[in-house]
Structure formats: structure tokens, C-alpha cells
């Protein structure tokens, strides 16, 4: 009896992100023999999901959208790094080496946009992992979906440290026509010896800025994030005073500050590479981070030293562009997370 072929091989079925953290606690990632491995040294395994959007709370968003899981910048303080055990990998070299595509992400956000029940609240785009890390120059993941949100006119703000960014001036427009739109440019210092030792994996300070011109010259809402500053690596007044004046030389719209804060995954990683690398400074840290926040009084005299800048060189805070924002929040909370 004669067959037919498929009119498209559509090639074996990527497994679950579920899957995936079967396989990793089974047999760590070695198990994962699909992850191609790319000039970066780090290995990419393509994943399905089921959703798209991620409800959190306690945020001035309701929503998150992350289409990688994993980044490749490395950032010792990153926040996120304590997520990846939700796919039993661990906070340190996993985080920055293991990264999840999530391939049917834009279909998936698609659909869920198309929802009736969909209210087209404010989403925040890159909470979890940077959307404009190098391998989005080839998947393209995050792109596609600025164009679904800006045909559902679904307002969004997105954070990231890569200068790619400006690859999709042309969509973030059509995005700020149809809703609103901003970009948080993360840039915690332009010291370089800070950014060498703290964001190993990230675009230099100047380049990230640069970006951040060329946006603002499009039309197109931007600011900088001063976040985290880091105690002992860019809390200085001088170092604050450089980051701030540099901001207000590349024309950002608008700053924000907050300082470091250590929870879970993250915390342990950080301390063990403060222990390898400045063994003299772990005291001062132990005691600076009792607890998961440093001292109130603390975070307050460096966030009031930002602001004073903040004045002396004309640049708006986060509040005075139309944004409502406590700098002492924590990062979000996802709800629930789902596989």
C-alpha cells in the first residue's frame, strides 16, 4: 500500500519544559543530548511551553513574559539566577550555560492575547532572563513577540542589558503607537573594572548607553536602570556620580536606582564568588546581608545620593516620567509557574 510523506517534516517533537527538569534530576544536564552546543561555549535546548504569560504579584504589573530561561551574560548578582532550579539546574555555571528556547513561545502568546478575557494589561517583558541576550539574534523569539503584543495592543516594559535592542527600533514604534512602550536599559555602572568583575557575559557600559540614544532619538520611551548597585563595587559617590553624569549625556528619558539584594540560589552563588575572588571583603558582606535586603538606612543614603545627582545633571526619576515604582520593592514573584 503506497504512503504518503508528511507535505512538511516537522522533525521530532521538542519535549516540556517539565520534561526537560525530569530528565536534569535523572541525569543532570549530560542528559540533555538534544542542547546544541554554539561559539559561546553554552548549550541551547529547544523546549515547548504551554503558556506564554506569567501572572506575579505585588508589582505595578500583573503579567511577565520571558521567552529564554538562562542567560548568557552571567551577572553574579542577577536575581534570576535562583529561578533555574525550577528546572533542577543549579544558580552558578547552569544559569549562564544551560539555556531553554522556548521555540512555540510566540504562538503560544498569540493565542493567549486572542483571549476575549485578555484585558490588555501592562506585561513585563524580561524579568527572568534577558530577552536580547546574543542568541536572540538568531531565534528572533523576542522580536516576533513585540510585533504579536503591538497587534494586540498590549502595553508592555521590557528590561535587558543588550544593546541589540536597537535591531527593533521599527517594531518598538509600531509597539508605542498601538500601546506604550518602554525599554529599561540596565546599566548599574559604567566603571569598568566593576562591569569586568560583575557582568562578565554583558556589552560594555558605553555600548548599552549608546543604545539607549539611539532609541530615544526614535521616539521610542527610554531609560537606564541603575540596578543593582553593588556595596563596595559601585556604591561610591564618585562611581555613582560617573554613571549618572554618562546617563545624562546619552539622553535617557528617565533613571532608576535600586541596591543589590541576595535571596535563595542567589545568594549562595554570590557569596562563594566573593569568598574565591575577595575573601577580604565576605565579613563585611555577612554582615551587610544578615538578611536577604541590606539595613533600610543603607539602601536609603545610596538611593538619596542618586537622586541628588539625579538633579545635578537634569535627569528625571522613574516616578517623574509617569511611572509608579517603590525602588524598594522586590523583583516579581511568579504566582505560579507554568511548565
Given amino acids: 500500500m503506497a504512503t504518503h510523506p508528511l507535505l512538511f517534516d516537522l522533525g521530532p517533537r521538542k519535549p516540556t519544559t517539565r520534561e526537560i527538569a525530569d530528565r536534569v534530576k535523572q541525569g543532570g544536564t549530560a542528559a540533555l543530548t538534544e542542547a546544541e552546543r554554539r561559539a559561546d561555549d553554552a548549550r541551547y535546548q529547544e523546549v515547548t511551553c504551554r503558556s506564554a504569560l506569567n501572572r506575579v504579584e505585588g508589582m505595578p504589573f500583573n503579567w511577565t ?28 555555571d547552569e544559569f549562564a550555560s544551560v539555556i531553554l528556547v522556548k521555540r512555540n513561545f510566540v504562538e503560544v502568546l498569540a493565542r493567549q492575547l486572542d483571549r476575549p478575557s485578555w484585558t490588555r494589561e501592562n506585561v513585563a517583558f524580561g524579568t527572568a532572563t534577558d530577552p536580547y541576550q546574543p542568541i536572540e539574534g538568531h531565534y528572533k523569539l523576542t522580536r516576533r513577540c513585540v510585533e504579536t503584543l503591538a497587534r494586540a495592543r498590549t502595553p508592555i516594559g521590557l528590561i535587558t542589558k543588550g544593546p541589540m535592542v536597537v535591531r527593533d527600533k521599527d517594531v518598538l514604534q509600531d509597539l508605542s503607537r ?78 532608576g536606582c535600586n541596591v543589590m539584594y541576595l535571596q535563595d540560589g542567589t545568594r549562595t552563588h554570590f557569596m562563594k564568588f566573593m569568598a574565591r575572588e575577595f575573601p577580604a571583603m565576605v565579613p563585611r558582606y555577612e554582615k551587610l546581608y544578615a538578611k536577604k535586603y541590606p539595613p533600610d538606612a543603607y539602601r536609603k543614603e545610596v538611593q538619596a545620593m542618586v537622586r541628588t545627582l539625579q538633579d545635578r545633571y537634569a535627569v528625571r526619576g522613574r516616578e517623574d516620567a509617569g511611572e509608579r515604582i517603590d525602588e524598594s520593592a522586590p523583583e516579581p514573584e511568579q504566582v505560579g509557574f507554568t511548565w
Avoid at 77 to 89: G, L
Avoid at 205 to 216: F, H, N, S
Wanted: proline content about 6%.
Fill in 178 to 255: 498601538a500601546a506604550t512602550c518602554t525599554i529599561y536599559m540596565s546599566v548599574p555602572t559604567v566603571d569598568e573594572d566593576a562591569w569586568r568583575i560583575l557582568e562578565p557575559g554583558t556589552a560594555h557600559p558605553l555600548q548599552r548607553l549608546r543604545a539607549v540614544r539611539e532609541l530615544v532619538d526614535a521616539g521610542i520611551n527610554a531609560g537606564v536602570l541603575m540596578a543593582p548597585i553593588v556595596p563596595g563595587f559601585s556604591s561610591s559617590r564618585d562611581k555613582l556620580e560617573r554613571t549618572v553624569k554618562a546617563i545624562a549625556d546619552h539622553g535617557a528619558r528617565f533613571a
Fill in 65 to 92: 513574559l520571558n521567552p529564554y530561561r538562562g542567560c548568557t551574560h552571567g551577572c553574579h548578582y542577577c536575581f534570576a539566577r535562583r529561578y533555574h532550579v525550577q528546572f533542577e539546574m543549579n544558580a552558578d
